[in-house]
């Protein structure tokens, strides 16, 4: 074993908590270690936040500027549950990372696509972006008006944005993937970036590789080991999100039969995708 590939949190001081949504609170962080400065930080990775005496779960990285990294977190269940009720401004909690792989820049006309918390990686993402002078459309779904976050920050830098609620509280009525013809029809897109919901993904791909537009994804897959050790994050036996993702392209994830079908649950057995 490659001892070299083993990573260990390492201490940082929550600098600063925004609350996006009932459900949803941004970490931004800085390091415990002075002078410590974070490396391969790049739009699409992940880190592992370690809570002491709790658990140790993954999130994308949702932003990072002068050395202050910072994690969207969902409300979903005992880790993120503790860290919205219980951390504050100054704790001491353990980062270890980045971790994977991020996404590859490329393309002229962007089409964003995010649903629930894969705005996370795509508002860092968006912020690489528009340095760049790049056309971006984004286009965000939502459930309802409680889960409605990053708005202000997708209509402000992006050149065009729409929005879908499955209810009708904002934007158009429906899910996102419904204004995928309707989008490029009007538009030129030539790359899509995609976070959110395995079944929302799925449709997105099916556009993607019926329309030949260059398409990365953003996968979510149990994560144990986080190095590539343990294959509890593995697709079809073969993609490791820990390491070979968590973003794949269109022609990758297309060969990969357990994408919106199977999943290994934190025992390894697989179950299939609701
Ligand atoms: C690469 C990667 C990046 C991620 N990035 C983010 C991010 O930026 N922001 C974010 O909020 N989350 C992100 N997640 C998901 C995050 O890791 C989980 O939400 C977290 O592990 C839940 O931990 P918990 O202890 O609160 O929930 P648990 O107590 O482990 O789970 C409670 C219940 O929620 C269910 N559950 C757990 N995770 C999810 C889920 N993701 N969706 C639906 N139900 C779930 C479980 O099956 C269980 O029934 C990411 C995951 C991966 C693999
Ligand atoms: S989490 Fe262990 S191999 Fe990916």
Redesign the pocket.
Known sequence: MNLSKIKIPKPVIIKEIEKNSPYVKTFTLQSYIKGHKFENVAPGK?CNIWIPNL?M????I?DFENNLIS????K??????YMHEKLKKGDKIGLMGPL?KGFNIQGKNILLIGGG?GL??LRYLLNELIKKKLNIISLLGFKSEPDIFFLEIFEKKSNNLHITTEDGCMGEQGRCTDQLDYIFEENKIDQIYCCGPEPMMVKVLAFAIEHNINAQF??????GCGIGLCGK?ALNGKFR?CIDG?VINSLNLKELSDFGEFKLTKNGSKIKIE
């Open positions: 992940f658990d779960k993954p999130f994308s949702s994690f969207t977190v969902k979903i269940g005992k880790t993120t549950t994977g918390f996370a990686p953003s996968l979510e897959r149990y994560i994050c999100v968590p």
